[in-house]
């Protein structure tokens, strides 16, 4: 069995909990993070106790508990092999010039700081050892705009773009960078965008087979598990029932 660490931000649902279970599952050490501390105590207990998971309850939007969080893993979980930069969100579908502005600020913070405040602290303790390998979860979004995604599709394309630039200044360090775009997947994202208007939420994956949080933690295991000298840069993963759609007119 592996004796490699992970650390998930945004373990506590969807994706990140869906990559806790997989690695688990093989026998790597787990730090999970999130906000809901009783959610991260029973993954805990599930996933093998304090021995194999470390858990920080952190809101990654502030800087000083992601650094403190960090620098303070006890020792069996100081070396992070995997850092998958997964928590993030959409708030609301408004166009542009009826939003609310605590949404747009909300994911700037959540989906682009909080994701640097993480990948600042972690990396220089994989560039010092010359391993590591740091997975962000952007998506089709930050490819594709779509009407109502204005700064949520802008978050994904700066993570998208931060992912390629960050590569380019680890070359030599054997540190890899990838950026997984997922499309349309059923988690709880639809009722967090749509602030618990579970209905509205439900429409988002009624009459189509959206992607399974599952599916995107086997996108990231085969991508662990891919030759140190491999580095896939970026992967769009979509439910086959999604492509992109033609461009927007209007028409008088
Ligand atoms: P979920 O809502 O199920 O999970 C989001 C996770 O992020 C939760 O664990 C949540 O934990 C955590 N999180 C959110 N805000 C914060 C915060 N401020 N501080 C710490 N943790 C936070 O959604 P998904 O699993 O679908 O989303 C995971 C990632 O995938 C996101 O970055 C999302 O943008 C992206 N994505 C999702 C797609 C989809 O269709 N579902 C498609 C493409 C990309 P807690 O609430 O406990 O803090
Ligand atoms: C989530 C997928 O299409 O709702 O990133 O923006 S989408």
Known sequence: MSSKTIMITGATSGFGEACARLFASHGWQLILTGRRQQRLDDLQQELGGKDKVATCCFDVTDRKAVESAINSLSEPFKKIDVLLNNAGLALGLEPAHETNLDDWEKMVDTNIKGLLYC?????????????GYIINIGSVAGNWPYPGGNVYCGTKAFVRQFSLATRADLLGTNV???????GNAETEFSR???KADEARADKVYEGTRALDAEDIANTVWWLVNTPEHVNVTTIEVMPTH???GPMAFHRQ
């Open 119 to 131: 990948t600042r602290t972690v990396l220089p303790m994989m560039t010092e050892r010359q391993s």
């Open 176 to 182: 890899r960078v990838t950026n997984v775009e997922p």
């Open 192 to 194: 967090v965008r749509f």
């Open 242 to 244: 999604e492509a992109n």
